[in-house]
Nanobody
């Protein structure tokens, strides 16, 4: 089992920045990929970004250079730096562990709310 705890969400004005964190614990030795997903009200959950233990990354098209995913293997933590935030980025952001560069794993965090509004 892998436990994931997200933090760092909040209310930010358009154009602002936030950094999300996802701390992993448990049986993480077999985890190769970590992902950030998001889900807005009434919409399907969508991939935001992925990073593998080898450092390969994959971003959704809507990121368009605004977000950066990174990981600190010593701390078992994955980050999502979000810049130039837009109102349409408003969603619950969820951490996922496992899978590969292009598909999720079975472990999910509880999510952290990001609201972009003036």
């Amino acid at each position: 089992q892998v436990q994931l705890v997200e933090s760092g969400g909040g209310l930010v004005q358009p154009g602002g920045s936030l950094r999300l964190s996802c701390a992993a614990s448990g049986s993480i030795g077999s985890i190769n990929a970590m992902h950030w997903y998001r889900q807005a009200p009434g919409k399907v959950r969508e991939l935001v970004a992925t990073i593998t233990t080898g450092g390969s990354v994959n971003y959704a098209g809507f990121v368009m250079g605004r977000f950066t995913i990174s990981r600190d293997n010593a701390k078992d933590t994955v980050y999502l730096q979000m810049n130039s935030l837009k109102p349409e980025d408003t969603a619950v952001y969820l951490c996922n562990a496992g899978g590969g560069l292009y598909y999720p794993g079975p472990y999910w965090g509880q999510g952290t709310q990001v609201t972009v509004a003036s």
